[in-house]
């Protein structure tokens, strides 16, 4: 699903990334731990097209990224990539319901069908009867799922999570962390999460730590 080879960036002298590899299978679900400054985000935001490396080769999904420009590539992500951030980035002048659409609606699809989608992950999610509540009516675990719905709009070939329960207290963490994995069953989605949570690190099939800008453990998790 993910192939990345020697990986690298930095940001004026400050060697961030220093040659990653990487893969991730269909349906797994891997997990990035490491200290705050080890390149954890940098390496997500590069992962998901959102930033663009030095060097070094990223494909999803078959498409090689570096041979996207522009359009093409804000066009890939919105269709093949969701995202879940730590602080959810909901519109606050909308409604749950109209959030979890703008993906669909940028992709071009019906809207009619996009909205009927939506409504279903939101139901699924268990917040279906807060569709019609902004943003600041809802509380934080609501808001969390409210954007895992939105990720999933679009029916993604991979999710990319930076600390998606970095804002939860400890229950609201462990009911989005099973989550991943029912959807997981459900779906057969992948996820590449970026975490400090060890216990949600440790639930994946792989964890992966990076330290100063390089991947120093690969563990693969028996459960």
């Known amino acids: 699903m993910l192939e990345a080879r020697g990986i690298i960036k930095s940001y004026g002298d400050l060697k961030v990334l220093k040659g990653i590899d990487l893969h991730v299978a269909p349906s797994e679900i891997i997990s990035i731990v490491g200290s705050s400054g080890a390149g954890k985000s940098t390496l997500l935001h590069i992962l998901g ?15 090689e990224m570096s041979k996207l420009r522009g359009r093409e590539k804000a066009a890939f992500r919105n269709k093949r990539i969701g995202f879940i951030f730590q602080f959810h980035n909901l519109l606050a002048e909308f409604t749950a319901l109209e959030n979890v659409c703008i993906p669909g609606y940028i992709s071009g699809a019906d809207a009619g069908k996009v909205e009927q989608r ?40 991979i999710v990319f999570a930076d600390e998606p329960s970095g804002n939860l207290d400890s229950k ?35 964890k992966l730590e990076i330290r100063d800008g390089a991947i120093v453990n690969h563990a693969t998790i028996s459960h």
């Not at 999610?125 to 807060?130: M, T, W």
């Not at 509380?139 to 799922?145: N, P």
């Open 49 to 63: 097209t959102l930033d663009a490396p030095d060097n070094g080769v990223l494909i999803i999904n078959g498409q």
């Open 118 to 157: 939506a409504m279903a992950l939101l139901d699924r999610l268990g917040v279906g009867e807060r569709k019609d509540h902004k943003p600041s009516e809802l509380s934080g675990g609501e808001q969390q799922r409210v954007a895992v719905a939105r990720a999933l709009i679009n029916d993604p070939a």
């Open 172 to 206: 609201n963490a462990e009911d989005l962390h099973k989550l991943f994995f029912e959807l997981r069953k459900e779906f057969n989605q992948t996820f590449v999460i970026v975490t400090h949570n060890e216990e949600l690190a440790n639930m994946a099939d792989r």
